[in-house]
């Protein structure tokens, strides 16, 4: 049974940063798309950034490229995700996903999701 945790999340002010984690068990992962996805309230879930769990190849969302960077620690089972320069704009729940046959950016094609965490971010 695959169990995504994620944890880092809170209040930071404008151009301040702020490391989510998602610890990752259940499976081997290494044939995996592990994900960050976000949602703002009133607004679709959407992509943030991706990683490949094998080669290390990574995507990002234009809207957090320069700002944001996801990595993962394979001997941990842990992606996380950087993230820098934060925006008011970029409060949201942050989610994590994984996919065992998915690498794009459609959340509808991630099987499976952790609970969340809120990132907060005042002007």
């Known amino acids: 049974q695959v169990q995504l945790v994620e944890s880092g999340g809170g209040l930071v002010q404008a151009g301040g940063s702020l490391r989510l984690s998602c610890a990752a068990s259940?499976?081997?992962?290494?044939?995996?798309?592990m994900g960050w996805f976000r949602q703002a309230p009133g607004k679709e879930r959407e992509f943030v950034a991706r990683i490949m769990w094998s080669s290390g190849i990574t995507r990002h969302a234009d809207s957090v490229k320069g700002r944001f960077t996801i990595s993962r620690d394979n001997a941990k089972n842990i992606v996380y995700l950087q993230m820098d320069s934060l925006k008011p704009e970029d409060t949201a729940i942050y989610y994590c996903?994984?996919?065992?046959?998915?690498?794009?950016?459609?959340?509808?094609?991630?099987?499976?999701w952790g609970q969340g965490t809120q990132v907060t971010v005042s002007s």
């Open positions: 259940g499976r081997t992962f290494s044939s995996y798309a």
């Open positions: 996903s994984a996919s065992p046959g998915y690498s794009g950016t459609y959340s509808g094609r991630y099987d499976y």
